[in-house]
């Protein structure tokens, strides 16, 4: 495995995308998404069902996933996406709902416009949700707008108060449709903090 570029940039975040590119970065759900991947990976029937790439649920379709099981609901409560607005990247917790922390983005007149959403109307956010960059931030400055503005160390504190490291870095999963290495960076990230911690 390579040490992922925390330099890196995508050279478009925007239209046009490959279509793939563009389902992943819009719909919200979690479980939807990995099917979706499935799908779109050959491991599914050749038509993707309607219902799995709509951006976002009716509340009666919400509902009834989260009877089934609470996980199911995971990322199904992000905000929507403003007009022109996509997921650039996410973090999934391996949560009992399956919580899902997002940073979307949209074109700006000073360039990109970022914030970092949660399925809490912003109550587990920490700090400034938001930034504005003349372009597309690099693998470590979107890590750091995530970072800044949700406190996921606080959030593995929390939940691994009794140590445990590698059950911790099994607590979350990064992802992104335009950062490929996005999910890497971020838990070399944690281990170095860890790493601190233990010093």
Known sequence: MTTPN???RPTNLFWPLPLRTHILA????????????RYLDGDGPSEVPTEL??????EEARKHLGSLHPSLMGGEYLPDHAEGE????????????????????RRDEAGIAYR???????????????????????LRELTDVLLDAWDLFGVLEMNFSE?????????????????????????????DRLQDQAE
């Open 163 to 191: 140590g445990g490291d590698e059950c911790c870095m099994d607590f979350f999963h990064g992802s992104s449709a335009f950062y490929p290495d996005f999910g890497a960076y971020l838990e070399g990230r944690v281990r």
């Open 53 to 58: 790439v709509s951006p976002a649920l009716s």
């Open 26 to 37: 819009t719909v919200k759900g979690a479980e939807r998404r990995e099917a979706v991947e």
């Open 116 to 138: 970092v959403v949660d399925e809490y109307e912003g109550d587990t956010l920490t700090g400034n949700n938001g930034r504005v960059a003349p372009g597309p931030l690099s």
């Open 6 to 8: 925390p330099n890196f």
């Open 86 to 105: 996509l997921e650039v990247a996410r973090v999934t917790l391996a949560s009992t709902m399956q919580d899902v922390v997002s940073i979307y983005a």
